[in-house]
């Protein structure tokens, strides 16, 4: 289902986890799971996988994970402000060590000027080391390749946090 690096990568994340006795969540948006589905394809990511939540909607950013609506009216949902709220009420409300969040668009439609197509937030969140938000321009390559790059993105930045 996922490109062998994809998995690769996965693995690596879940077996520095397990040497590390921490635990993972996610919290989605534009990916809607993806970094879930690649990370539970690998087997004995149980060990070290809480779970995680897909709040593609304002609403769920909200109610799931405790993000302040006002933060989203005044920055918007895809913003460095609102990945890192995300990632850390992905935190605060599973308790994991590690949380990954992204927040972005993926297209075809949704872009504006400002906020372009294939713009994407990813943000990191740990009870260990300060946060980290990164923005990418991944442009108009299209949906899935946006959602895939955003992916691969996500576990590097996941794999550097578990170090």
Do not use: W
């Amino acid at each position: 289902m996922f490109p062998a690096d994809v998995l690769d990568d996965a693995k690596q994340l879940i077996d520095t986890l397990r040497q590390q006795h921490r635990m993972l969540t996610t919290a989605e948006s534009c990916t809607g799971g993806l970094v879930a589905a690649a990370i539970t394809a690998v087997a004995g990511s149980s060990d070290v996988f809480f779970g995680g939540f897909v709040t593609y909607a304002d609403d769920a950013k909200a109610q799931m994970i405790g993000v302040d609506r006002e933060l989203i009216n005044h920055h918007g949902a895809v913003s460095a402000a609102v990945a890192h709220a995300m990632a850390d009420g992905a935190v605060r409300t599973t308790g994991a060590d590690l949380a990954v969040a992204i927040t972005g668009i993926a297209g075809p439609g949704g872009g504006s000027p400002h906020k372009p197509i294939g713009l994407v937030y990813i943000a990191i969140a740990s009870v260990f080391d300060a946060p980290r938000v990164e923005r990418h321009m991944f442009g108009e390559a299209g949906r899935d390749e946006v959602r895939l790059a955003s992916l691969r993105a996500a576990l590097k930045m996941l794999q550097e946090a578990a170090k």
